[in-house]
T-cell receptor, first 109, second 116 residues
């Protein structure tokens, strides 16, 4: 079957760095996405990785290793507004998105 | 990025009534749109894929006669929850793919449905 694993919850301190991991097993691979979802709101797009390596976008970076079925989202200089759920999703061989359950990130002052 | 809108953002209705939710791509055309449902503290669940000019494709376990989807134009898809019941209360979100290879899904703001 198809499977996306990410931690349920993480806690970090304002100003620090946090890494949210995602491992996947899917039938085919056409890219991996990270979305941010604040409570009560729809997800917003953060990043897309289809090739191995690190993609940096401001305070957020996303890394992909296709051979390991692994990705992480790195958040630097954490701000209170970064408190949200972070969703990992993989596009499979049919270009259908397979979603992880999300990681709830709690930022403490 | 692309902009997707949904209307209404909130709806409260009585059990047995039907509710229509609209999803629009505001600055691009979308031949395909996706409808998701999310229950509190749970992940997104894909309900169906809406295809412009043809029938929607429903995920296993989703009743097509209860969740009617119409993709009448390249910028509008509608989801109608027919004969709504309290267990249909949820957060309904649509998305549309956009990008060079249509690789990224952009989400509407969501519609919160409460059935009394």
């Amino acid at each position: 079957g198809q499977n996306i694993d990410q931690p349920t919850e993480m806690t970090a301190t304002e100003g620090a760095i946090v890494q949210i991991n995602c491992t996947y097993q899917t039938s085919g691979f056409n890219g991996l996405f990270w979305y941010q979802q604040h409570a009560g709101e729809a997800p917003t797009f953060l990043s897309y990785n289809v090739l191995d390596g690190l993609e940096e976008k401001g305070r957020f970076s996303s890394f992909l290793s296709r051979s390991k079925g692994y990705s992480y989202l790195l958040l630097k200089e954490l701000q209170m507004k970064d408190s949200a759920s972070y969703l990992c999703a993989v596009s499979d061989s049919n270009y259908q998105l397979i979603w992880g359950a999300g990681t709830k990130l709690i930022i403490k002052p | 990025g692309a902009v997707v809108s949904q209307h209404p953002s909130w709806v409260i209705c009585k059990s047995g009534t039907s509710v229509k939710i609209e999803c629009r791509s505001l600055d691009f055309q979308a031949t395909t749109m996706f409808w998701y449902r999310q229950f509190p503290k749970q992940s997104l669940m894909l309900m169906a894929t809406s295809n412009e000019g043809s029938k929607a494709t429903y995920e296993q376990g989703v009743e097509k006669d209860k969740f009617l989807i119409n993709h009448a134009s390249l910028t509008l898809s509608t989801l109608t929850v027919t004969s709504a019941h309290p267990e249909d209360s949820s957060f309904y979100i649509c998305s549309a793919p956009w990008g060079t290879d249509q690789e990224t899904q952009y989400f509407g703001p969501g519609t919160r449905l409460l059935v009394l």
